[in-house]
């Protein structure tokens, strides 16, 4: 059998922090009009614990958060319970490139993430300024150049703004419409007509469920994310319910025509991308 794809590469933007409710009540255009666009749920869920580290780890090698071992809030490179399989260095073994862009690091983790992204055989990797729009410029060359495997944006802006005024907030919701703005720049960059380009936007975290500023509690509130993918060969349609942030790298394995590992917990949202589908070799 072999995978027949339209699809070329994935782009997915890890939206921190952005819960649900957010993109109507403070009128996250770009983001609603993704979410139409395609094929989207605003009831996907993360895993547990819902952090940023432990959902990031989920997102690059498709494995649980018990599986991979991260399953706190300190970055740090984690004994994992079992072989992990990271995305980027699937890809690589395909001769498929991948690209992560991220803030800039404090000087004393930044050696580590640096590591870490090598780790997971990132090709290339850029810690740029403080949030979305500096993160979005330092990616603009790739995103025009790189027509195959993976570039992932990760945009800290919705969680530090949670932490510092708490969710649902005036100060979260400037954060929200900066990152709204900046999904709407990189869409404007974007053929979504184009079969070849998967975006995948989605949350890795919500928020403000036990306590106002934080995430880490497994309130529906915190694990609730939205997910929402969009190009040339997506359906439109409805995710659903049962959605998850680690059916993401299953997906993006399914579009890329790569088998996806048994280390990995999720399964492709198969009905967003019909035209990807599974052929007898002539
Ligand atoms: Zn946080």
Not at 246 to 254: S, Y
């Amino acid at each position: 059998m072999t995978r027949v794809s339209p699809i070329q590469r994935a782009i997915v933007v890890v939206l921190d922090g952005l819960r649900p409710d957010a993109i109507p009540r403070f009128g996250l255009h770009h983001a609603a009009a993704l979410a139409r666009r395609g094929s989207s749920t605003m009831l996907g869920r993360t895993v547990e614990p819902s952090v940023t580290a432990a959902a990031m780890a989920s997102l690059l090698t498709g494995a649980s958060p018990e599986r991979h071992g991260l399953q706190d809030t300190r970055f740090r490179i984690p004994r994992p319970g079992g072989v992990l399989h990271p995305l980027p260095r699937l890809l690589g073994e395909k001769s498929l490139p991948s690209s992560a862009f991220l803030a800039r690091m404090p000087i004393l983790f930044s050696g580590i993430a640096q590591r870490m992204a090598t780790h997971l055989g990132f090709s290339q990797t850029r810690f740029s300024g403080l949030g979305a729009s500096d993160i979005l410029t330092a990616a603009t060359a790739t995103l025009r150049d790189q027509k195959r495997g993976l570039i992932l944006l990760h945009w800290p802006d919705g969680d530090a703004a949670g932490h510092a005024h708490g969710w649902m907030s005036d100060g979260y919701a400037d954060a929200a419409r900066g990152m709204d703005r900046e999904l709407g720049r990189l869409v404007a960059t974007l053929d979504l007509e184009d079969p070849a380009t998967l975006l995948i936007a989605l949350a890795d975290h919500g928020g403000g469920g036990t306590r106002a500023d934080h995430h880490d509690s497994a309130h529906p509130l915190n694990r609730t994310i939205p997910i929402m993918l969009a190009g040339g060969a997506v359906r439109r349609g409805d995710l659903g319910a049962g959605a998850s942030l680690l059916d993401v790298p299953a997906t993006v394995c399914w579009a890329l025509g790569i088998a996806q590992p048994e280390s990995y917990a999720g399964r492709p949202l198969l009905h967003a991308i019909p035209g990807v589908v599974e052929a007898v070799a002539a």
